[in-house]
């Protein structure tokens, strides 16, 4: 027969055993916990962001864009100035270039550039898009214009994606930044000139 303080350190133990948590349920914590991690990175996998910049040329602008890999994916395709909704320009854009070595196609209002014998843009670094456009900074980055799709893919445009992990990127915008003055622009060439010279008078001074 039980007294009732081995009755009571029976039951105490009882109770600790009914509320450890089930092999079962860690399990399953871990396995939504895991999911959710892998779902956040796949959603990141293809995203960036750019700014762009127009100097002022007869008949309208030369644009710069500078495009930043903020994905954990190499990117091999930027479609500027287009969404599901359609190409979104102000004018049809025309002497497009780039630095990784992409294709250059030129699509009405807006420009795909692909990568066939380039280079990617590995995540973190920045490559430079260019265009010539009669529309002005402020109409051609009015939104919906600008609005832009990155790909992994080389042939990702042909997809008509946006925002699909894996695949192609959230829609986002390159912000416009002032492009540097021509004057300012002829000053540090000067200086730099001056310096440069200076230098080297030193060196002969030796």
Request: proline fraction near 7%.
């Amino acid at each position: 027969m039980l007294n009732q303080r081995q009755f009571n350190c029976l039951k105490m133990k009882e109770n600790q055993m009914n509320n450890q948590p089930k092999p079962t349920s860690i399990r399953f914590t871990l396995a939504v916990v895991a999911g959710l991690v892998a779902s956040a990175v796949s959603s990141h996998a293809q995203s960036a962001t750019a700014t762009i910049s127009g100097t002022p040329v007869s008949g309208g602008f030369n644009y710069t864009i500078l495009l930043h890999n903020t994905g954990s994916d190499s990117l091999n395709s930027f479609w500027y100035g287009w969404t599901t909704i359609g190409n979104n320009l102000p004018s049809n854009p025309s002497v497009a270039g780039n630095s990784l070595g992409w294709a250059n196609i030129l699509d009405f209002n807006s420009i795909q550039w692909e990568n066939s014998t380039g280079a990617p843009l590995s995540p973190g670094q920045t490559a430079t898009f260019t265009f010539f456009s009669t529309s002005t900074p402020t109409a051609i980055t009015t939104s919906p214009s600008g609005e832009s799709v990155v790909y992994e893919s080389g042939t990702g445009p042909q997809s008509f994606l946006q925002g699909v992990p894996g695949s192609a990127s959230p829609v986002f915008s390159p912000t416009l930044v002032a492009a540097p003055e021509p004057s300012s622009l002829a000053l540090l060439t000067i200086g730099s000139l001056g310096l440069l010279a200076s230098g080297w008078r030193k060196l002969r001074a030796q």
